[in-house]
């Protein structure tokens, strides 16, 4: 690999604007500092770094801030080597010249798509139960209800007239103000409060993607496997929906090549949904170059991104788009709780006034009333602690499925990946039928998803994502114990046994 070598001492001054009484933690000004020069060309693929001790000394702080910001520049994919032994920009990450945009937003089209029937075989049972491995549940018994409680309580009782009348579709300003600066600090998204839209969770965020950016007979890209409820939102506007396969970096974005007429495509690129793997920055950079190509949409679902174990949250792949091809969709039902139906969009300025025309002719606007309380609980700081605690909650609920599958089920599944998010997925040993197993679990009180369900055509492979967030670890090995006998009751062909 040719290295190109940059001056040790030039790197602070020409790539991180360094600021100690910005309220920004040191490592995330580096961090920032660094992403954003090679995202724009500034610093290019081999060009080598100096080392953590180097850069430390320059900047006059610790060692620990930039140990942490080159790690997670290591794990999105930006730098390669090995601290003490060279560090450099990752010879995968393409040239500013490789990536240069193919000129300005189209037009929109100007007619709104008609409804058809959703995509065949999409699961459209929510099953109300509280039972383990109920997948987007989040840990209910950790949330802080009196804090909340307070809130809400506090703005019923004075909630002011123009707060008890009709709302414009953008939802209550203050909050959208609280979201961009959540999204700007916490998840590198680049965005203004006018761009963001509150919806009444992730699935009406998709539901207003289809509106406005998919007419009939438009095809719509998604993982595969993917998210089937996103299928059936981008569906339902009759458009065609085609599966792009995954590797260990994420989507395959030379099959996304191959499919001459998408028109969208959505992702989950920080926490895929279902196998869990993050996409490489090199593969994020060459789907937004696609986009930009072919004049397409990406529909980013930042899934779970909260909650990672093997590094610090990853970036949002908005945060790297320079041509305005990325919506983004986020949610407070994962975060908080799912009742609250609250989530929200981050628009590009050229669709803006689309997305709030469809937001408007779907339901008008969001209630007020937990907007208002939300608004609080951030600015309050609850949501922040509240985020802080329940990575530490999750990731020792992780640990013990991890650990119950190991000691009970390692001869029959085999985990995907246990990174991040709220469940993991497994594959199956091969003849075990995982729909069979889903239908007897259900009887039992427990709620895992058939990963078969998860692939949008035939070719399907037998496993089972398990929720772990909304169980302790005692009910987790319970249920552990519990599925286990299952299985073994479904590969016996024994019959079900009797519900306790």
């Known amino acids: 690999m040719t290295t190109l070598r940059a001056p040790a001492r030039s790197v602070a001054a020409l790539y991180i604007p360094f600021d100690r009484s910005a309220g920004i933690p040191y490592y995330h000004q580096i961090y920032q500092g660094l992403r954003g020069a090679i995202l724009d060309g500034r610093l290019v693929r081999g060009q080598r770094l100096p080392s953590t001790r180097s850069l430390a000394s320059e900047l ?10 080159y790690d997670q520049l290591f794990h999105e994919g930006y730098l390669v080597g090995r601290i003490g032994a060279g560090t450099y920009v990752a010879p995968s990450v393409p040239s500013r010249q490789e990536r240069a945009s193919t000129g300005p937003v189209a037009a929109m ?30 840990a209910l018994d950790q949330f802080p209800q009196k804090a909340w409680s307070r809130l809400v309580s506090r703005h019923a009782r004075q909630l002011p007239a123009e707060l008890m009348a009709y709302g414009g579709p953008r939802g209550h300003l203050p909050l959208r103000a609280a979201v961009a600066a959540y999204l700007r600090a916490a998840r590198d998204v680049r965005c203004e409060p006018s761009q963001v839209l509150m919806v009444g969770g992730s699935q009406m965020a998709l539901q207003l993607c289809a509106a406005v950016l998919l007419r009939a007979n438009d095809v719509a890209c998604v993982e595969n496997p993917g998210y089937p409820g996103a299928w059936k939102a981008l569906a339902a506007t009759g458009g065609t929906i085609r599966g792009v396969p995954l590797d260990g970096a994420g989507l395959v974005v030379l099959a996304l090549e191959r499919r001459r007429r998408a028109r969208l495509v959505y992702v989950t690129p920080s926490h895929q949904y279902p196998l869990g793997m993050a996409m490489a920055a090199s593969r994020r950079l060459e789907l937004l170059e696609w986009a930009s190509r072919n004049d397409a949409w990406i529909v980013e679902d930042d899934y779970d991104s909260e909650y990672r174990f093997a590094s610090r949250p990853l970036g949002a792949l908005q945060g790297m788009d320079g041509a305005g091809r990325v919506i983004y969709i986020g949610t407070f039902s994962k975060v908080l709780f799912p009742a609250l139906r609250l989530g929200y969009l981050v ?9 709030v025309d469809a937001r408007d002719a779907l339901d008008l606007f969001s209630p007020t009333l937990y907007q208002s309380a939300l608004t609080d609980f951030i600015a309050q700081g609850h949501f922040a602690r509240h985020v802080r605690r329940m990575r530490s909650t999750y990731q020792n609920r992780r640990d013990a499925l991890v650990g119950a599958i190991h000691r009970a089920l390692s001869h029959r599944l085999e985990i995907v990946n246990a990174d991040a998010g709220m469940h993991l997925s497994t594959w199956f040993q091969p003849g075990i039928d995982d729909l069979a197993v889903v239908r007897r679990a259900a009887d039992r009180g427990l709620y895992p ?16 994502v398990l929720g772990f967030g ?31």
Do not use: E, M, N, Y
């Not at 998803?449 to 089972?464: E, M, N, P, Q």
């Not at 590969?491 to 306790?500: F, I, L």
């Open 60 to 69: 006059g702080i610790s060692r620990l801030p930039v140990l942490t910001a």
């Open 109 to 138: 089209r100007s007619q709104l798509p008609q409804a058809r029937q959703a995509h065949a075989g999409i699961r459209t049972d929510r099953a109300q139960s509280l039972g383990p491995f109920r997948v987007g549940l989040p």
């Open 347 to 355: 628009v590009p300025q050229p669709l803006l006034a689309r997305f």
């Open 449 to 464: 998803i058939a990963l078969s369900t998860c692939f949008v055509d035939s070719d399907a492979r037998s496993g089972l």
């Open 470 to 500: 909304g169980s302790t670890k005692a009910q987790i090995d319970r249920a552990v114990d519990a599925l286990s006998r299952i299985i073994d009751d479904v590969v016996g062909g024994r019959p079900a046994r009797a519900s306790r």
